[in-house]
């Protein structure tokens, strides 16, 4: 180190409060006697105060400025990923409920073979929880996972659907918070249906077992427990 | 930073803000925490989120310390957490009771520039003139060690530069320069 970042290194020491009181005095004292490494001090000394003061007036403003900002031209600022906006649609969800009892009931009158009848039932609670949570806000996330919704409602391409159902559902449930967290619901649901759709119970009810653990929704957990009961009624 | 970032719209204020901050952030989870960059930039996000938060929700009435470095003590908080994860049982709120900065004294700076004949408030403020118009790279490697509380080593990750040494000898040609500006400013005060 040479003497210059040696005298530097031990101006920041005494800056910072970090010299004993013996250790300042003299510190203080070489400066007065020597007038090259106190123009030095006080350059820095002038610096930092200047930063400090310039930082805090420019945070001050940006402070103010996030108080005006909604939190989406916030995120569009901080560049963050967009926020899903959700509503909670109980009105839906409750119409919904009295449409599965109607689905049930329609359905009860068949006496297929127990494949047949397992993708009815899917065919059937499908909309059940059509979705709790309404996407406003089409992000990457959002339509990637209305696609695979869709697969389900359709019954189009279940192998490689409920593969990427069941990997976003492990991350939907998993501690962290991430991308799929908010789905949890929907993921869960959607899985479930496909898997019934695919003519496979137990899958069926492992996933919704797993959703029930998980979920914080009394809704949901009350029609999991249902269809559960459903599947193995058959 | 030049006086145009300080002087720039209202509209782009938060945009260069946070454009500074992340690449400040990364660095320094990474390197005094050693944490990844996919998980750095997780904890970033998060804690950009509760800075929202506090702000909209009153609990960060006063500031004590600039917003970058309150902002700073937040990611290195959640940091801390991530790291100790299953070890913490903090919450959130307790860690930002918790908070440390390792700021210069102002006590310590007002000694310093009473020494000798002593600088008036006029002459100290000319340095804030010349500290929004330092050269490259000084105006980069000052800024983040004096400003930022930035390590050698972090500076380096986030300007670029070939390691601690490197920026360990250029700040110190810049504030030999600097001092040379202010002294000639001073000096000129006096003519």
């Not at chain 2, 070939?162 to 006096?190: H, P, W």
């Amino acid at each position: 180190m040479s003497n210059i970042e040696n005298f530097d290194a031990r101006l920041e020491l005494f800056l910072k409060n970090k010299m004993t009181k013996e250790e300042s005095n003299i510190f203080l004292g070489e400066l007065q006697d020597n007038p090259d490494l106190r123009e030095r001090a006080q350059a820095m000394a002038a610096a930092i105060k200047n930063m400090k003061e310039l930082k805090y007036e420019r945070g001050q403003r940006v402070a103010s400025r996030i108080e005006q900002v909604s939190e989406r031209s916030f995120r569009e600022a901080a560049q963050l990923p967009k926020k899903t906006m959700v509503i909670s649609l109980r009105s839906i969800v409750k119409m919904s409920i009295a449409a599965c009892f109607i689905g049930v009931i329609s359905f009860g009158g068949y006496r297929y073979y127990i494949y047949n009848e397992t993708v009815a039932l899917g065919n059937s609670y499908y909309a059940a929880i059509p979705t709790e949570l309404v996407v406003r806000d089409a992000d990457d996330v959002s339509s990637q996972l209305t696609l695979l919704f869709n697969n389900v409602k359709d019954g189009n391409d279940l192998d490689n659907t409920i593969l990427k159902l069941q990997e976003k559902f492990s991350q939907a449930i998993s501690e962290d918070y991430n991308d799929y967290t908010n789905y949890i619901n929907d993921i869960g649901w959607n899985l479930a249906i496909a898997h019934l759709k695919d003519g496979e119970r137990d899958d069926a009810i492992k996933t919704l077992e797993l959703l029930i653990s998980h979920t914080e929704s009394d809704i949901v957990i009350e029609k999991c427990k249902k269809l559960i009961e459903e599947i193995k009624g058959l | 930073m030049t006086k145009e970032e300080f002087n720039i719209p209202d509209d782009k204020l938060l945009g260069q803000f946070f454009d500074k901050e992340r690449s400040k952030i990364l660095a320094v989870l990474r390197n005094r925490l050693s944490i990844s960059t996919e998980d750095a930039e997780d904890i970033y996000q998060d804690a950009c989120i509760a800075l929202f938060d506090n702000i909209k929700n009153g609990k960060l009435k006063t500031l004590t310390c600039s917003l970058s470095t309150y902002f700073t003590q937040i990611c290195l908080n959640r940091g801390y957490n991530f790291v100790n994860r299953g070890h913490s049982t903090a919450s959130f709120d307790q860690m930002l009771d918790n908070t440390q900065y390792d700021e210069y004294g102002l006590a310590q700076l007002e000694a310093v520039l009473g020494l000798g004949d002593g600088l008036s408030q006029e002459q100290t403020a000319m340095m804030r003139d010349i500290v929004q118009d330092l050269p490259y790279p000084c105006e980069d490697i000052l800024w983040a060690y004096y400003g930022d509380d930035l390590s050698m080593k972090e500076i380096a990750d986030v300007i670029g530069f070939n390691g601690a040494d490197s920026v360990k000898s250029k700040k110190s040609q810049c504030m030999s320069r600097l001092k040379e500006r202010f002294t000639r400013i001073i000096k000129s005060f006096y003519e």
